[in-house]
């Protein structure tokens, strides 16, 4: 009888979730001709106000990596620095004033890996950005490097994954003592979202064919609801192919031969998006190359996915490329196409050189030497 009562005021409760995150996802779902696109002014010294939250471990020397590149190239950036190290406000941690204060106003920032308790302490501060800003797709784009050996030299894809729901909602509770529960929330306007900024990214970027990676089969329900709106979204772009494809024949497909999905972008759920991404970071060489950018309406936050490395902190170790080409990202996404470009091709000649890189890559240089090298290159 408790144990029932108890489910029954979950559900009460998810219910009532439900309702609010529906009214939410629909007071921020209005489509504009490219979904979160940038659109903020250069202030007075012409330049754009970008917040840089340099993170935790390893975090603030990369981000001084960062800072030392683009001063090279002269980007049009004046960063503002933020510290997101929660608060306690009203009995909860939060994150504090300032911080979202900055990212609400300058509407682009650029994140060093933040550090999260596992199993207790507060909750994930990448999580509570995401879902302050509703940031509500995330892109993590996985290339392979020239020059730097890695099992395969194919690899070319996008996935875009729904960043704000599924099992990452965070709606839990114990049932009985030894058995716990956790909700997958899908909502069909999160799923519509994301699924046209993934159409929209396909056209942009010319890729040819978008991809829906899901669970339909076991899950018909909530991965049910995330495919239909996919097809349906996909009748607004009938210059762009649709296809689907479930999880596990993905992530098959991905290792035998990455280069079937070289024209596509997979779209999914926010757990598979989560898992895949990384698997296809592994086949370039891993989270220290790869990019990450959360996309939202009225913010958008470029990260480092990587952990913080506590065990080299402040030993001038660290490599600095996850976050610099994560930065790339970010200017293209602000249309600086030029100076994007630039310090990509520099930093993928030092990488593919070889003699300065830092020793994940299987080099012996400082996180300096990396630095400078890039700097050279522009």
Sequence with gaps: MFALQRSTAALQGLKTLSAKTAIRSMASSAPSTMPGAFNAKKNANGNYVVTLIPGDGIGPEISESVVKIYKAAGVPIEWEPVSVTPIIKNG???IPDEALHSIKKNTVALKGPLATPIGKGHVSLNLTLRRTFNLYANVRPCKSVVGFKTPYDNVDTVLIRENTEGEYSGIEHEVVDGVVQSIKLITKDASD???????????????NRVTAVHKANIMKLSDGLFLSSCQEVAREFPEVKFDDLLLDRACLQIVQDPS????????MPNLYGDILSDMSAGLIGGLGLTPSGNIGRDASIFEAVHGTA????GQDKANPSALLFSSVQMLRHMSLNSFADQIERAT???IADGKHITGDLGGKSTNTQFTDAIIREL
């Design 260 to 267: 079937v999905f070289a024209d596509t972008v997979m779209v």
């Design 310 to 313: 506590p065990d080299i902190a």
């Design 348 to 350: 993928l000649k030092v």
């Design 193 to 207: 979202r994301c699924a046209r900024y993934a159409f929209h990214y396909a056209k942009d970027t010319g890729r």
């Design 92 to 94: 909860k941690t939060a």
